[in-house]
């Protein structure tokens, strides 16, 4: 009839794709091959390019370069996303990078 205007049906269309359910998180950690302030200063500007990300913080404290971490906080992060920005510095530094976890 004339009132209904069909806004009050459901649409069979998903409110978030498949992708960004899948790779978001708020909380991602990388174990990174960082040897100084430089390495971490890098990964930092890289990072912070990054939608989402709020906060970065690059630990240099453990002795082993292979235990030292980027822990990157935010809403709606894509670790892929950053997993692969990391990965093109460190081919273009020498280094390592890998996905520890994410939240």
Partial sequence: DQWS???????SEPCCSPASIRTMSSKVIFNAGMTCEGCSGA???ILKKVP????INCDL????????TV???GAGL???DMLAK?????????KTVSL????
Avoid: F, M, Y
């Fill in 43 to 45: 990964i930092t500007r």
């Fill in 86 to 94: 990391l990965e093109k510095w460190a081919a273009a530094a020498g």
């Fill in 5 to 11: 205007s069909g806004a009050n049906q459901r649409s």
């Fill in 52 to 55: 989402g990300v709020e906060d």
């Fill in 78 to 80: 894509d670790a892929d």
């Fill in 61 to 68: 404290e453990p002795e082993k370069v292979e235990d030292r």
């Fill in 71 to 73: 822990t990157v906080t």
């Fill in 100 to 103: 520890k976890s994410k939240e």
